[in-house]
């Protein structure tokens, strides 16, 4: 794809999942253009990956699309989405994290997962000449994780204010998080408007080619299709 060296560019953190790929179709109705960049951390749920890939596919950045090793955190473990031996909650009986209490942090949490996504992120927007990073965090549907939250986003934002050139010079990198205050269902009727294309996303954590339905994650998302009165594209085992 031809690059507008007048447009304005907006790197966009691409899980492969619902969020994220809200996010691109935000950006992409903004007038950015699209620069996604995926991590490959030893997920347990890889399938992911391949996701991100159809997703950018399907907004014709493809051959922008940009998968970043960082297999050390599965080395690190201390999450059941890099650890084997721990196991993914099944909450179909507990409700979803959320629901937990708020000073429960899940198994699911990867230690310092956002951290190192958005100062890579930072990196990359920087030597293209991005102003924007989208990132799919939201502070309300979420399973409580505290790199989600927007003090979170504020200070890395400050951060990154002092810490690159740009900043130094007066034109930080705005990190931006449109789904920050939506339900997952404010979220779904939004990306569907924008013709967003949830059949290519997935959002279980087990990783499966048929969602298991069960996990936090896949809960959240069938509870907002639910309340948004969309029909969920993908398959479920559950």
Known sequence: MTVNASQKKAVVILSGGLDSTTCMGIARDKGYE????TFDYGQRHKIELENAGLVADYYGVKDRHKVIALGFLKEFGGSALTDETID????????????YGESEIPVTYVPGR?????????????????????IGVNALD????????????????EVMAFA??????GGPIRIETPLSEWTKAEIIRQGTVLRVPYQLTTSCYNGQAEACGVCD?????LKGFAEAGVPDPIAYRT
């Open 88 to 99: 993914v909650p099944d909450t179909s009986q507990a409700g979803t994290a959320a629901q």
């Open 34 to 37: 699209l620069y996604p960049i």
């Open 164 to 169: 690159t050139r740009v900043g130094v010079e």
């Open 114 to 134: 956002n951290l190192l996504f958005l100062s890579i992120a930072t990196s990359y927007a920087e030597s293209i000449g991005a102003e924007a990073i989208y």
């Open 217 to 221: 994650s896949c809960r959240l998302r």
């Open 142 to 157: 979420y399973s409580g994780y505290p790199d989600c939250r927007p003090e979170f986003i504020r200070k890395v934002e």
